[in-house]
């Protein structure tokens, strides 16, 4: 087997977001973007977002989300203690480059809106339909590409897919037989999934 060395080399995640903590510093509408993307998969997650100025939308969503703590004031650099992971949505790039090198010294894993070369992960497109989640990366080239697609996919995953999901949970926990056995029959049975017609 082969291992290909071109093209995007980005290691795919999902991360249990509700288990580490995150800091977002910038209060505008990039910061805003980035929470309600954090909330919309991660609903639970324990946020601290830290701005000189917080927008009203921001502030809006506190009242819905407990787990949102809000800091109208300038970044410090105690605000980086026991975070795990920042997301720097700041319109000041050195400001930006500041807070990443405070925290690659903690060895807090750090994403910079629109600067892909400061980044140590990327925040992809996300579909959502149930249980099933895609993440879509474009490896930092096009976001507008990756939320294009994820429209598409969107459009074409049948509202269906969670009970698919169930029905073939269902189906592997009734086989009996060892692991190998049950992959067989499940690709047995999802065959027709992908079958030409």
Do not use: W
């Not at 991360?15 to 510093?25: H, R």
């Amino acid at each position: 087997m082969s291992i290909g060395t071109t093209g995007n080399d980005l290691f795919p995640v999902f991360l249990k977001m509700e288990q580490l903590n995150t800091l977002i510093v910038g209060g505008g509408n990039v910061g805003l973007e980035k929470l309600q993307a954090l909330l919309r998969n991660s609903p639970k997650a324990p946020i601290r977002l830290v701005a000189t100025s917080i927008d009203h939308k921001i502030k809006d969503l506190q009242k819905l989300h407990t787990n949102l703590e809000l800091q109208e004031r300038a970044f410090e650099e105690r605000d980086l203690e026991g975070i795990n992971v920042a997301l720097l949505a700041t319109e000041n790039r050195q400001l930006n480059h500041e807070i990443r090198l405070l925290a690659k010294e903690r060895n807090v894993m750090v994403n910079v809106a629109d600067t892909p070369d400061l980044c140590d992960f990327y925040l992809g497109s996300v579909v959502k339909k149930g249980q099933l989640k895609i993440g879509i990366s474009t490896n930092g080239q096009s976001p507008t590409f990756a939320k294009r697609f994820r429209q598409v996919l969107e459009e074409e995953l049948p509202e269906e897919t969670d009970e698919l999901l169930h029905n073939l949970r269902a189906i592997r926990d009734r086989l009996k037989g060892d692991f190998q056995y049950k992959v067989k029959k499940l690709n047995e049975y999802t065959s027709q999934l992908v079958a030409e017609e």
